[in-house]
Nanobody, 126 residues
Framework: QVQLVESGGGLVPAGGSLTLSCSAS????????MGWFRQGPGKEREFVAG????????EYEDSVKGRFTISKDNAGKMVYLQIKSLRPENTAVYYC???????????????????WGRGAQVTVSS
């Protein structure tokens, strides 16, 4: 079982930016659709962004469109979530997830994903 590991979280002032990274211990993620989810304090985990196995298609939750960008590196070993113009309500634990995929689909439903990281805490101060 390949474990996903998120990194790049931290304390950021409102209006700031950061980039979360997700890796699979150096193994390729080219055969997987990938997603980022988040769980804020007292809230359920929710979809944030997804990317197809090829990286050619992406999908975002409406409230993050234009501020969040999901991407894969050329080597196919890292997935990133770039976040701009952070808001206090973006405070959450951000999770990376993967699902083996034979087609170029983006998966937005939590139940579609098989493997998850432990999460990275992002705290936005006002």
């Amino acid at each position: 079982q390949v474990q996903l590991v998120e990194s790049g979280g931290g304390l950021v002032p409102a209006g700031g930016s950061l980039t979360l990274s997700c890796s699979a211990s150096g193994r390729t993620l080219n055969l997987y659709a990938m997603g980022w989810f988040r769980q804020g304090p007292g809230k359920e985990r929710e979809f944030v962004a997804g990317i197809s196995r090829t990286g050619g298609d992406t999908e975002y939750e409406d409230s993050v469109k234009g501020r969040f960008t999901i991407s894969k590196d050329n080597a196919g070993k890292m997935v990133y979530l770039q976040i701009k113009s952070l808001r206090p309500e973006n405070t959450a634990v951000y999770y990376c997830a993967k699902k083996f995929s034979l087609v170029g689909e983006v998966m937005a439903a939590e139940a579609q994903y098989k493997d998850w990281g432990r999460g990275a805490q992002v705290t936005v101060s006002s």
